[in-house]
């Protein structure tokens, strides 16, 4: 666990030494915590979890008076962020280090923060750059306000009473990313298994969240990938794309998709998301890990969601691999996420049918006749049931 003294042994070089402070920050905060919670109200979570030094927050009680400057959160650490400025601004960092201000409320209850999230920042630089003590337990800035999302990647939280208690009763969701255009569902065609409801899940949530899915097929060295199931994914209208992180096959024609978008990665652990960042971004070298062998599971490698820029435009945000994926919606939506079933399920004789047991049925007479796909009537089933279970 690390504590106040961990602070003494940060080392602040005077050449990039911010950059260098965000990746001390960075690694003290990955080492086995959640790092990515600031509740509503921009207080500390947890008196486990790392402290802001109380000097890093004397000034937010007057914040009024300093420069402001807007950017987009990069990184998250418990009771604060890594923001990176929109427009260039006088000072030499990069990244700003920034806490959170006593008086930051976010616009609404979903995660306070994500990256990807638009933020103004008021800015302590000045000055604190002549002393290499006062740098050290300085933040660089202070979060004031965080701009509506346009979109969110989100999955909803495990329910607990604590939860409720802090909350109130409303399921959260939790915020992987923000403002992202494209979710990049990723899948491998073995090593780990594909996994086609984990798809169907997340081309859900990518609805819900208002990104365009793209579904990336990875590790085609392995194994061809099933024509025919890419042909039924494309047949809802979402774009595949088969690639080899390996051989590099079909990295090209997936970095034209990105290029000048706001891309974020998703996928189970193992199946390659990091892998095609170190093809995608020149000179990144980010870790990846092997799958297990025993069981050919991901080993949850990428442990918080990290920004890079794209060589032709636009950024691309690798998240950790999920193991199961909830999907926090009524099961009186679900048709509509499911748009086959959608299109037929006026035809049932009963209006509110679910489609799973109801007397003249024209989604299951569908199903029979081959309209609709024997396996997105299986997901459709299986959401429904955990969504009612
Ligand atoms: N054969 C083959 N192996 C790949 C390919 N892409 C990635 N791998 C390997 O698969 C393993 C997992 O890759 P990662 O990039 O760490 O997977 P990830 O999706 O980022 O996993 P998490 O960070 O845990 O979510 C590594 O050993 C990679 O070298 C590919 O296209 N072909
Ligand atoms: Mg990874
Ligand atoms: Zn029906």
Known sequence: MLVGRGWDNIAVARKGKSRRRIKDWHARWQAGQELDEVDAHGRRMSERGVKLR??????????????????????????????????????????????????????????????????????????????????????????????????????????SAKRRDRYGTEPRAKVIAANMDVLLIVAAVKRPTFRRALIDRFLIVAEHGGLKPVLVVNKTDLKPPDETLLGEFRALGVAVLPTSARTGDGVGALA???????????????????????HLVPGTTARTRSVRSKDDRGRHTTSSAAVYDLPDGGILVDTPGVRELGVNLDAADLPWYFPEIERVASSCKFN??????????????????????????DSYLRILESIEG
């Open 54 to 159: 109380q000097d890093r927050f004397a000034a937010s009680d007057d914040l009024d008076g300093l420069p402001r400057a807007d950017g987009m959160v990069t990184g998250l650490f418990r009771g604060g962020a890594t923001v990176r400025p929109l427009a260039p601004h006088g000072g030499d960092d990069a990244e700003w280090l920034c806490g959170i201000a006593k008086t930051f409320r976010p616009p609404s209850d979903a995660t306070p923060l994500a990256v990807g999230d638009i933020v103004t920042v008021a800015l302590l630089a000045a000055g604190h750059a002549d002393a290499a003590d006062a740098d050290r337990d300085r933040a660089d800035g202070m979060i004031l306000t965080r701009e509506e999302r346009t979109t969110a990647l989100a999955r909803p939280r495990p329910w």
């Open 256 to 278: 034209g998709v990105l290029a000048g978008h706001k891309n974020v990665l998703a996928g189970a652990s193992g199946v390659g998301k990091t892998a095609l960042v170190n």
């Open 352 to 377: 509110n049918c679910t489609h799973t047991h109801e007397p003249d049925c024209a989604v299951r007479a569908a199903v029979e006749a081959g309209g609709i796909p024997a396996r997105r009537y």
